[in-house]
């Protein structure tokens, strides 16, 4: 058996599983990033909405399953409940919770979407009975890509996550470039003020990028789901601290820094779990991302600016 030749597939497989985990990250870090950019605020709920969509994603495919559905109808019914749930949540979050106070002061904001977590895992832990739930793997097999000694195969599932992952950020990113709500964001990112006075609806603007970032949310949650099958109602809390470091290390507000860190934090736990021992993995990642902000606070791709809007 030659080590030389186990090595390369061995990190083959280990970038693939990071990719995965990518995939997780820039998508809930991307969502942070949508109201981290127009608010200059961080709304801690996301990772929350992601556990909704998380339990919507088990329960829809529950669902489907049980209708003789398989494969391709299963895990699009997971991924169209994780939408719809999470959609539905963030729209009526914003109205009801985030709306009244957005021009309040920061920590008014902060404590409000601390609050809702709190009250939005209670609410799922009486639902659930705090018992985790399981969704079994919905394809099996995959593509080979290495044979021999140590085989190296990328997953149907994984497939579909890296693809729906893909297409998400994909039509985000060219939506915000072309479309003029991308350019009405932009505006209101730089200066809110002087935005609503040249005519932008500055709370319609709001409104959707809280909707676009919950969608966001769910489609990181329906990835939990159907990637790594077991849900949690705490898990919300860990996940979404670490997507919202992972925003504000690649850059704070700004959809290339979350892509950014998203990946660079996949990589580093990745590389962490593969070499390390994994029981110091989240000690060792939020120091390196501890360690990152003290020697570069503007992020990975951000620059020392304050905006026009800032006070």
């Not at 009486?126 to 739930?133: I, K, T, V």
């Not at 503007?298 to 800032?310: A, F, H, I, T, V």
């Amino acid at each position: 058996m030659e080590i030389s030749t186990l090595i390369p597939a061995y990190w083959l497989q280990q970038a693939l599983n990071g990719l995965l985990l990518a995939s997780f990250y820039v998508t809930l870090a991307t969502a942070y990033a949508l109201l981290q950019g127009i608010t200059n605020r961080i709304i801690f709920s996301f990772g929350d909405f992601a556990t909704y969509g998380s339990f919507a994603a088990v329960y829809a495919a529950l669902w489907a399953l049980l209708r003789g559905g398989e494969g391709f109808a299963v895990i699009t019914a997971a991924l169209v409940g994780s939408l719809v749930t999470a959609a539905a949540l963030g729209r009526a979050s914003h109205s009801l919770v985030f709306a009244p106070i957005m021009r309040a002061p920061s920590q008014a904001v902060m404590i409000a979407s601390i609050g809702l977590s709190i009250i939005l895992q209670e609410l799922l832990r009486l639902q659930s009975g705090a018992r985790d739930q399981w969704l079994s793997p919905l394809f099996g097999g995959g593509i080979g890509l290495v044979d021999g000694v140590f085989p190296v195969q990328i997953g149907y599932t994984q497939i579909a996550v890296l693809t729906v992952a893909a297409l998400a950020l994909t039509t985000l990113v060219l939506g915000m470039r072309y479309s003029a709500a991308g350019r009405f964001w932009r505006a209101t990112a730089q200066n809110a003020l002087l935005a609503q006075m040249s005519g932008v609806n500055i709370r319609s603007v709001f409104q959707w990028s809280f909707v676009v970032a919950s969608v966001l949310a769910s489609i990181s949650g329906w990835i939990i789901a159907v990637a790594y099958g077991g849900v949690n109602f705490s898990m919300g809390l860990v996940l979404g601290f670490k997507a919202m470091f992972a925003a504000i290390i690649g850059g704070f507000g700004t959809i290339s820094g979350a892509v950014a860190g998203g990946i660079f934090l996949a990589a580093l736990e990745t590389a962490w779990t593969a070499s390390m021992p994994m029981a110091y993995r989240d000690v060792a990642v939020f120091g390196i991302i501890i360690l990152i902000l003290v020697l570069k606070p503007e992020g990975l791709l951000g620059s020392l600016y304050r905006r026009e809007s800032e006070s």
